[in-house]
């Protein structure tokens, strides 16, 4: 299940901020901000996609590098709130 | 790794507040001062229509320090008869945006997440408006053009010039002879200059006080399918308040009349002669807003102005086909509704939208603070 979530959400990434070039290598724990890749209008787009996709509810407290900053971190995210609304 | 938090602005902030205004949206180093904070209070804090569970907000760092905010003024609204909560956001701004794209991200959404039930903007530039699209928000064509009316173009050109290069001002006295040959009719760029004599059929105009404005702005609004719902007082400091935009010029404020002494239409700019005018606000009473636009025009002409330049409203667009304005976008208008029925009318034009019905009569955009 994480590897199918880390999946979507890189080809998410590579669509959307990097333009469909997978070219350059994309690390799961490389960071989204640091590299450029993300600015205010990229996360509002990430975060559409993770409640549409994934089905979870982003509360403002949730939108921060800690949740949303790598593909690892994405993912963990993903993850644990899916736990939630299953549990 | 920074979290951060979304809340309510508080007093304790407008300080910060203030500096980051002077940072970011007016980017000069010079510190705040007490009257800008002063300002910022009346206007987020003890709002003229403030509603309790609609207003603005900061992201305030891990230590504790401010580091976002956005401005909102709530403003009740009828429409199509019905009362809704509408609130007008702007003064969006984020300390060292590009390293931390989350902050802005953040309040945004948190405000698009409050009761409201329309939320409008008139000046989000490329950056925000690409987040509102995102945030499933509409921008409005006929509401975000700026249109121009060149008056005497070689002041203008001169003008122009003197704003990228100050040393250009020099030219300045040499624009005056070229207006006005090309004013008397010798070969020049017609299509943008008044002739130097007014048409006699332009309806007079007369200065407008505070109290004809306010009467006036709600009459000629009631038309609209949405409009907004001014509370007397309110509408009244907010009138006042228009009147101050120093950085911008001397205030005009006029009536146009009717020959036989009945007023049609309110037109109200700033700047000072022999410069470009801003308008704030043009207003007439049903089909009149052509004759309205005419005499706004023939009075900047005689009191020295260069142009006129402001903001499109649907019934400007089309009053001003044809009376040789140019059009140019530089931000944009935006309006965010849960319910789609709220948000025909504004696609439609039925909208009163812009101007006192929205943040351009706000202090924070032209005047200044020392």
Known sequence: MPDAIKSQIRTFIVENFLFGDDSTPLGDEQSLIESDMVDSTGILELVSFLEERFGVAMADADIVPANLDSIARIAAFVARKSEVVAG | MKMGEIRALQQADISAVAELFQRILRKTSQPATHALETYLTGLFIEAPDRDPEIGSLVHVLDDGRVSGFIGVMPLPMLA????????VCGSLMVDNHADDPFAGARLMRAFLSGPQDVTLTETANDISTAMWRKLRATVLPDYSLEWLRIIRPAGFVAEMATKAVGAARLLSPLARPIDSLIRRGE???????????????????????????ATLLTKWTEGYAVRPLWQPENLHQMVAEASSKALYGEMVRRVVMTRDGRPLGLFLYHGDPGRIGRVMQILAAPGRIGETIDSMLAHASERGMLALRGRTQPVLLNAMLGRRFAFFHTSS??????????????????????GFAGESWSRLIGDRFD
């Open chain 2, 333 to 354: 208008s935006v309006v965010h509704a849960r319910d789609p029925t709220l948000l025909e009318p504004f696609l439609a034009g039925k909208a009163f939208f812009n």
């Open chain 2, 80 to 87: 199509e008869g019905r009362s809704v909560r509408a609130a």
């Open chain 2, 187 to 213: 070969p020049g760029p017609r299509w943008s200059s008044l002739a130097a004599a007014i048409p006699e059929e332009t309806l007079p105009s007369v200065d407008a006080d505070d109290e004809t404005t």
